[in-house]
């Protein structure tokens, strides 16, 4: 059996229940009764916890309004029933996600799976183009600058076939340079690879790949220049 290493990608939603989560779970399903127990427990083995008071107004000091809305309250809203496992867990996940996002604590564990993601297609790199690649080698090369301007002007007249449209009076006229210093950069960047590039017709493509491989002056050489 033969063993190889894949990498492989795949997305899933997953519900993580971290022991703040389990605790609310917990005390949201206990009774009445035994929530008011465990608080008092916990306030007891915890000297930390205290009784919060804001919430200890008497009724001599509600309004008529205020008594009657309590009133309604107490006799038609409130239900000591317990609310179905699987309502209540919906719900406090629900709400709990919304206020890990809302303060600023959710760093990605806590999302609840419904954020789009960037394609894959953007983390590709752009490909390299045969004027950019022949651009890099000439920045790269340590002729002086006129000849550096002159075979600027030699690589934006490659074709996409990489053959050169232009003749050695145009590169002259538009790079403002002598016969000579054309002549060099013409040469400097037909030494770029890929071999063979810039050359004006396809004998001289080959006789330049010949040129890389040694064979200039053979008769392999000269089948190509003079019985192509």
């Known amino acids: 059996m033969a063993l190889e290493n894949r990498l492989e990608l795949r997305l899933s939603q997953k519900l993580v229940l971290t022991p703040q989560l389990q605790m609310a779970i917990k005390l949201l399903h206990m009774p009445l009764m035994e929530l008011s127990q465990t608080l008092t427990q916990e306030m007891v083995e915890n000297p930390l916890l205290e009784e919060s008071m804001d919430a200890t107004t008497t009724s001599e000091e509600l309004t008529p309004e205020e008594k009657e809305s309590v009133d309604t309250y107490s006799e038609n809203d409130y239900d000591d029933t317990e609310m179905p496992l699987e309502e209540m867990i919906n719900f406090v996940s629900s709400d709990y996600f919304e206020e890990r996002g809302a ?88 030494s770029f690879d890929p071999p063979g590039v810039a050359a004006r017709k396809i004998e001289e493509c080959l006789h330049l790949q010949l040129g890389l491989l040694g064979l200039q002056g053979t008769l392999v050489d000269n089948i190509v220049l003079n019985n192509l």
């Open 103 to 190: 303060d600023g604590r959710d760093l990605g564990y806590f999302t609840p799976g419904n954020v789009t993601l960037p394609s894959f297609e953007y983390f590709l790199s752009n490909t390299t183009s045969l004027i950019d690649h022949l651009e890099w080698q000439l920045r790269l090369s340590k002729e002086d600058e006129k000849t550096r301007s002159a075979g600027e002007i030699i690589i934006g007249n490659i074709d996409e076939n990489g053959y050169l449209r232009i003749s050695n009076e145009e590169i002259q006229s538009l790079s403002d340079t002598d016969a000579e210093t054309s002549e060099r950069a013409l040469r400097l960047v037909q």
